[in-house]
T-cell receptor, first 116, second 115 residues
Framework: GAGVSQTPSNKVTEKGKYVELRCDPI?????LYWYRQSLGQGPEFLIY????????DSGLPNDRFFAVRPEGSVSTLKIQRTERGDSAVYLC??????????????FGPGTRLTVL | AQSVAQPEDQVNVAEGNPLTVKCTYS??????LFWYVQYPNRGLQFLLK??????LVKGSYGFEAEFNKSQTSFHLKKPSALVSDSALYFC?????????????FGKGTTLSVSS
């Protein structure tokens, strides 16, 4: 596709529920990133995929958060037992070269998650 | 630890005037520096980056940024602001001494251009 796409654009759920957020990166990009942006803050890194494997998951806040990228393209961020503090905009980004530190990351429009 | 500071929450400028959005960084190695812009309900759009070489970097929509190693700064500039430049601007850094490729972002600066 032309850019990074994310679905859904908005997700409202109740405390304790399970949610899945999907990211479709730019075609041909091998690296995929998830960030979380809370109100009034800059994006914070969650996890980075190099192909199918998570190369760096140091930003995941706890074991309720998990992400997969089974075929090296689309990725799903999964949040179990959601809490009100999980409410944020979840951003996905992709870049061409896996492990390329000079690479530009291109961001999707984000999924706004609201936990009631 | 690596970090980015955007000291101004908001910058106000009149259309046609020059604008500057400030960014300072702290890294242990050499920095890779990026500017992104975010419009309401939209994702971050890449503006420009500094990797190496010329300290003045030119980017999209007439924006440029100047890398100053001694002042550890990477301020975003534009000679003549447009009302359509009004948005939220983020500076980000990658530290060459750190493993991984994640970006560290500042808190953002809201630019408001009045007509």
């Amino acid at each position: 596709g032309a850019g990074v796409s994310q679905t859904p654009s908005n997700k409202v759920t109740e405390k304790g529920k399970y949610v899945e957020l999907r990211c479709d990166p730019i075609s041909g990009h091998t690296a995929l990133y998830w960030y979380r942006q809370s109100l009034g803050q800059g994006p914070e890194f969650l996890i980075y995929f190099q192909g199918t494997g998570a190369a760096d998951d140091s930003g995941l806040p706890n074991d309720r958060f998990f992400a997969v990228r089974p075929e090296g393209s689309v990725s799903t961020l999964k949040i179990q037992r959601t809490e009100r503090g999980d409410s944020a905009v979840y951003l996905c980004a992709s870049s061409f070269l896996a492990g390329g530190r000079t690479d530009t990351q291109y961001f999707g429009p984000g999924t706004r998650l609201t936990v009631l | 630890a690596q970090s980015v500071a955007q000291p101004e929450d908001q910058v106000n400028v009149a259309e046609g005037n020059p604008l500057t959005v400030k960014c300072t960084y702290s890294v242990s190695g050499n920095p890779y520096l990026f500017w992104y812009v975010q419009y309401p309900n939209r994702g971050l759009q890449f503006l420009l980056k500094y990797i190496t070489g010329d300290n003045l970097v030119k980017g999209s929509y007439g924006f440029e940024a100047e890398f100053n190693k001694s002042q550890t700064s990477f301020h975003l500039k534009k000679p003549s602001a447009l009302v359509s430049d009004s948005a939220l601007y983020f500076c980000a850094v990658r530290d060459t001494n750190q493993a991984g490729t994640a970006l560290i972002f500042g808190k953002g600066t809201t630019l408001s251009v009045s007509s």
